[in-house]
C-alpha cells in the first residue's frame, strides 16, 4: 500500500475555460473605451487646465520644466523620452500639474489656517489723535440712607456697599 500512486485527475471540462476568457477580454476592452473616453476629455479640457494652473502656482509649471531639464543634462536619452512623453501625454501632464498646483494651494491655506490659530487673528485698527480733555471735578456722591435690615423686600447685598 506504501508504493500506491496518487493520480490527481482533472474532472472539469475544458469548455469552461472560453467563457472566462471571453468575459476577460471584454472587461478589458470596457477599461480600454473608458480610458480613451477620459483621455478625449482631458484633451480638450489640458490648455485651461494648464491655464489655471499658471494662475494658481505659476511655480509648479516652472519646477517641472527646470526638472526635465536636469534630467536632461545628467541624461540626454531619458531626458528626451520625458519631453516625448510630455509632448503626447500632455493632458495627463496638465492634469498632474493641475492637482499638484491645488494641492499646494490647500497646504498654504492650512499652514496659513494653523499660524492664525497659533499666533491669534490681528484686528485692524487706526490710531486716533485725541486733544486733552479737561477734567470735571465732579461732586462727591451723596450718601444713601441705610436701610432697615429687617423686613421683606430688602436686598442685603445694597448694604455691603452703604455705610
Known sequence: MANQQYKYQ???NGFNLLPTLILGLLFLLGLFFIARFVFNILMYLAPVLLIITLFLD???VVNYG??????LQENPLLGTGLILLTF???PVVSLFLFGKAMIKKKVKEVHQQM???MEGMYTDYEE???EEAE?????PPPIAKKRKSSGEGVNHYDDLFNE
Request: avoid cysteine; charge should be positive; aromatic fraction near 20%.
Open 115 to 117: 499660524e492664525q490659530k
Open 10 to 12: 482533472f474532472s472539469g
Open 58 to 60: 505659476h511655480k509648479v
Open 66 to 71: 527646470k526638472w526635465i531639464g536636469k534630467i
Open 128 to 130: 486716533v489723535e485725541s
Open 88 to 90: 503626447f501625454g500632455f
Open 135 to 139: 477734567w470735571v471735578e465732579l461732586p
